[in-house]
């Protein structure tokens, strides 16, 4: 059995990257990962904004903490779900965020291995 890596985004407005850089993004991740699938719909598509929606409830497309981006991120869990059923002889089945490889050195403190001390004999 092999690894797979599943990543998907839904188009939501935001000031600091576009669609086409989050595209960008997702596409160099996935030529750096064997086995992987991507996602990409609208929010009309994600489950929990139809119910939402169905429910009376608004679902405005905006930033962090609202309605919109909590539904697409409800919809990971189903992406992960077709993912495991449309690949077969893969587990487990990883979601990466598909930005990752955008961090860049800014995010690179995070990334470095804890240095090892030996200990006293």
Known sequence: MSVAVVTGYVP?????R???????LGSQLLALCGKSLAFRQPLADCWMANWMA????????GGKDTAA??????EKSRWIARAAGAMAGVAPVFWVVGSVVGWGSHMAWRL????QKSAPH
Request: contains cysteine; glycine residues 4%.
């Open 12 to 16: 939501l407005p935001c000031d600091h």
């Open 18 to 24: 576009s669609a086409d850089d989050y595209a960008a």
């Open 54 to 61: 169905d429910a009376g409830m608004a679902v405005e497309p």
């Open 69 to 74: 981006y909590h539904a697409v991120q409800h």
């Open 112 to 115: 470095r291995p804890v240095e």
